[in-house]
């Protein structure tokens, strides 16, 4: 049931935001205050996946925000295991020697379509590709991003956790796939000189 909270994680990438005179320098995660990944199952249950492992990069013309898998917590171990094996982030309970262990989650966007802060907050709605589980999705990610060299970052996006995986039920909960599984991540980013 826990296994739909990874593929959150991926998508917390997306809120990396750079200003102008800093678009060609490289970036980098100075500080993650937080990124979660909630989810609703039944009986209303409140799934909630958390770490701090968030890193950025530049590639070409694009951001990619990468989160590692293996550090999401629910604070529940049976949980957790039973995430990261559906997220793809561990080895699975099976004899398939072919099989590569997804252990991060990607987010990429286009540093031509941020909106950069220039004295005041800016937010904002940007297009980007979300890679879970081997798989890629475009997902919307809306942010607000302020300061000047060093950038503070709050951004959200929605995902269906079957678009990445399957279905997950554990001992008669399942987290539902009509509910979408929200990312939210607050991090700051700063150019590296």
Do not use: C
Not at 113 to 139: H, I, M, R, W, Y
């Amino acid at each position: 049931m826990s296994r739909h909270h990874l593929f959150a994680i991926a998508a917390t990438l997306a809120f990396t935001v750079i200003r102008p005179d800093v678009a060609d320098a490289a970036l980098s995660v100075k500080s993650v205050e937080s990124v979660s990944f909630d989810a609703v199952a039944t009986g209303g249950l409140k799934i909630t996946a958390k770490t701090s492992s968030l890193s950025a990069k530049e590639a070409g013309d694009d951001i990619r925000l990468t989160v590692d898998l293996t550090t999401l917590s629910t604070g529940i171990d049976i949980r957790d295991t039973h995430m990261k094996r559906a997220l793809g982030a561990v080895d699975k309970d099976n004899d398939d020697k072919a099989y590569e262990p997804h252990k991060t989650a990607e987010l990429r966007v286009a540093k031509a379509k941020l909106q950069f802060p220039s004295g005041a907050d800016t937010s904002g709605d940007v297009e980007g590709q979300f890679t879970l589980n081997g798989k890629t999705k475009p997902v919307t990610v809306h942010y607000t991003a302020s300061g000047g060299s060093k950038i503070s970052v709050d951004g959200s996006f929605a995902v269906t956790y079957t678009d990445f995986i399957e279905e997950q039920k554990y001992m008669g909960i399942r987290v539902k796939k009509e509910e979408p599984v929200t990312v939210h991540a607050k991090f700051g980013v700063k150019r590296d000189d």
